[in-house]
T-cell receptor, first 113, second 114 residues
Framework: DQQVKQNSPSLSVQEGRISILNCDYT??????FLWYKKYPAEGPTFLISISSIKDKNEDGRFTVFLNKSAKHLSLHIVPSQPGDSAVYFC????????????FGTGTRLTIIP | ETGVTQSPTHLIKTRGQQVTLRCSSQSGHNTVSWYQQALGQGPQFIFQYYREEENGRGNFPPRFSGLQFPNYSSELNVNALELDDSALYLCASSFGAAGGETQYFGPGTRLLVL
């Protein structure tokens, strides 16, 4: 049972445009959500997070939006840069991040120069 | 500050064998979590060690076991290897028994079971 779903395995975006990566979850106990970025031959690195008490969190070019009623979150990257090309994982946790992380299957983002 | 390191980077084993993977946590961290990432999947939580004790376990059979040492480094042991154990094994260290952005991942060990 996939509790965190990333339905787009891949996404290509022109440099300078907005990249939107989507994630859906099914477990109502999840209240803390994170995005990780992974380059080949490296471990995932934390990008941005959001708690269920908020619906938006911004950090520079990265913004995460949370729609609790739809159990949906999205990561917006603007403007997209070639260095953003990587696999992006959505992850969720209960107890405000104090429980194990449940990851989605990832979306490979390719930024076209 | 030294990051999370894992050894070996790659490993080939045959079905039925046993394997030990190692992880050195980041300086100042006392918690290590292990994940299995199969091809085309996201990382799946195996278990977490906090101050040398198992602190939470995912849906993995008992042949997956671990240890954490006084210096907070950790081992993942898998007995009776099966073909489906072929995956990237990631460890992540953190300070305190928590998840989230406090987890720093190593580069992983890629295990192939033939």
């Amino acid at each position: 049972d996939q509790q965190v779903k990333q339905n787009s395995p891949s996404l290509s975006v022109q440099e300078g445009r907005i990249s939107i990566l989507n994630c859906d979850y099914t477990n109502s106990m999840f209240d803390y959500f994170l995005w990780y970025k992974k380059y080949p031959a490296e471990g995932p690195t934390f990008l941005i997070s959001i708690s269920s008490i908020k619906d938006k969190n911004e950090d520079g070019r990265f913004t995460v939006f949370l729609n609790k009623s739809a159990k949906h979150l999205s990561l917006h990257i603007v403007p997209s840069q070639p260095g953003d090309s990587a696999v992006y994982f959505c992850a969720a946790s209960a107890n405000f991040g104090n429980e194990k992380l449940t990851f989605g299957t990832g979306t490979r983002l390719t930024i076209i120069p | 500050e030294t990051g999370v390191t894992q050894s070996p980077t790659h490993l080939i084993k045959t079905r039925g064998q046993q394997v030990t993977l190692r992880c050195s946590s980041q300086s100042g961290h006392n918690t290590v979590s292990w994940y299995q990432q199969a091809l085309g999947q996201g990382p799946q939580f195996i278990f977490q060690y906090y101050r040398e004790e198992e602190n939470g376990r995912g849906n993995f059979p008992p042949r997956f076991s671990g240890l954490q040492f006084p210096n907070y480094s950790s081992e993942l042991n898998v007995n009776a290897l099966e073909l489906d154990d072929s995956a990237l094994y990631l460890c992540a260290s953190s300070f305190g028994a928590a998840g989230g952005e406090t987890q720093y991942f190593g580069p992983g060990t890629r295990l192939l079971v033939l």
